[in-house]
Each structure stands twice: as structure tokens, then as C-alpha cells.
């Protein structure tokens, strides 16, 4: 049945992205929001008022057309995502994934599917695994980092010198070739901080992406944060590198993914 309740939103001002940020907490789930949101980045709709909202829908500039939801309101979702001109993906509660999916389709014409996406954190101290390749980057990296493809390097900024300041970044260091793996941090200054592993095709399976991420969470288990591992179920090689550095799974939210037209 179609809905006929219409819902008003509104953009977020800077200082409104912060009390959202408060309103939302630190959790494994809401890690990169938050880091998102402090730093005064994407753009934030809003149905209802802070700090008890109806409906949040973030843009994530960071990893391109997808969507951070939060919030219990389906109609305010909906009429968000209405005013939205171009997204792939939606990330939301789980719960909330089989209604809002088949609006979706109904009310905007959207085919999709759904994905889990499972969050992990460590049991106690993340297991190192030692590869003569990989080592921590620093400033003095980013001639390498710069000719680097962007399929592993895509999620940093172009200011490479702020982001290896503020995050930890391991790569696979191979002389004559340069980086062909990356561990990444993201938001090292919250207290739950993302980690995110890439190899390249050709060098996969040679252990770089294990040692590049154990070397990044140990790091921030030694800054007296906790790591983070989110990723889809089917992904199952980097559900077996968390395996292996000792991550277990906390919670799941769902992806709402389009399918192509």
C-alpha cells in the first residue's frame, strides 16, 4: 500500500552535526558516522529534531553513493531518499531492512536486494603476524602512496600528509613495484576505529593484507582504542583475516543495495 503521510526534512547545519554525532554515541556501528560527523563532512538529512530525531540519512563522501541511516522512522526514509538524485547503497538497522526495501521498490520504482553487514571487534589483544614487506607508513611514503592505484588507496584524501598524521596506515612494501597492500585506519582519534584492508589482485593470498591489519589494530589497541572489522558475510576472505587477528562479531546492520537499471 502506498503511503500517503508525507514528511518534512531538512539539511543539518555544522554545528547540528555535532550534536548528532553526541546523540548517536560511540559504537562499533556508528564509528564512521560519527568521525564523519565531528569532522563536519557529508551531507546530513533530518526528519524530527536533535537529540531524539525521527530519521537520519548521512552522505558519505567518503566511499562515494552510499548511505548511512539511523533512526526508527520508515516514512522519514523514504522521503528523504525521495529527495536524494543518486545513491547505490543504504546502510540502516537490520530490522528495519525488509520493510524499507520493499518501499523502496514500490513507491520509487527501485529494484534491491539486501546484504548484511556484520561488525566485529577484538576478543582481547589482536594477534601479530609478522611479513618482512609490511610496515607502518609515514610522510617520508608519499612519493609511493601517490603512484599507489586508487583501488587501494581510493578511501584517503588527497592531503596524504594529514591523513598519515592523524590515521595508521601498514602497507606491503615491494621494491621496484612499490605499495601493493594497504591496512588502514579511519577516524584514529575516536574511540572506536575502523579498519579496512586492500591488496592488489596479484599479490593477494602472500599474507600482506593479515600483517598489514594486525599491525594497524595493535596500534590503536596500544592508543587505548578498539579496533573495528565490518564487512558483508560473503566476503569471507576478510572474514577469515578477522578470524585470524581474533575479531568477533558484536552486532549487524543491513545494506539496502540497488540493482543496475
Known amino acids: 500500500m502506498a503511503l500517503t503521510i508525507p514528511r518534512t526534512h531538512r539539511l543539518l547545519h555544522a554545528t547540528e552535526k555535532t550534536q548528532l554525532a553526541d546523540a548517536l554515541g560511540d559504537s562499533p556501528e556508528t564509528a564512521i558516522p560519527v568521525h564523519l560527523l ?9 526528519v524530527g529534531e536533535l537529540p531524539n530525531f525521527d530519521a537520519v540519512i548521512i552522505e558519505d563522501y567518503d566511499v562515494g553513493p ?23 547503497a543504504l546502510n540502516l538497522p537490520h530490522e528495519l531492512g525488509d520493510p524499507l526495501a520493499a518501499l523502496i521498490c514500490e513507491e520509487m520504482g527501485l529494484v ?17 603476524f609478522h611479513n618482512d614487506d609490511v610496515r607502518l607508513l609515514t610522510c617520508d611514503d608519499i612519493p609511493l602512496l601517490e603512484v599507489t592505484p586508487d583501488d587501494i588507496r581510493d578511501s584517503f584524501d588527497e592531503d596524504l600528509e594529514t591523513v598519515l598524521e592523524q590515521e595508521r596506515i601498514a602497507g606491503a612494501v615491494l621494491p621496484g613495484v612499490g605499495i601493493v597492500a594497504i591496512g588502514s585506519t579511519y577516524g584514529f582519534c575516536e574511540p572506536f576505529v575502523d579498519v579496512a584492508i586492500s591488496t592488489l589482485a ?5 599474507g600482506y593484507a593479515r600483517a598489514a591489519a594486525s599491525l594497524v589494530a595493535s596500534e590503536t589497541q596500544k592508543a587505548g582504542r578498539t579496533p573495528i572489522w565490518s564487512c558483508a558475510p560473503t566476503n569471507l576472505s576478510s572474514l577469515a583475516v578477522a578470524a585470524k587477528l581474533g575479531f568477533r562479531e558484536v552486532s549487524r546492520r543491513v545494506n539496502i543495495v540497488l540493482d543496475p537499471r
Open 38 to 46: 565531528r569532522q563536519g563532512r557529508g551531507q546530513v538529512y533530518m
Open 66 to 88: 552510499e548511505l548511512l541511516a539511523f533512526g526508527r522512522d520508515i516514512e522519514g526514509f523514504l522521503a528523504i531518499l525521495k529527495g536524494i538524485p543518486r545513491w547505490d
Open 112 to 128: 534491491n536486494h539486501l546484504v548484511d553487514d556484520i561488525y566485529q571487534v577484538p576478543g582481547g589483544p589482536v594477534a601479530l
Open 202 to 206: 596479484d599479490y593477494r593470498c602472500r
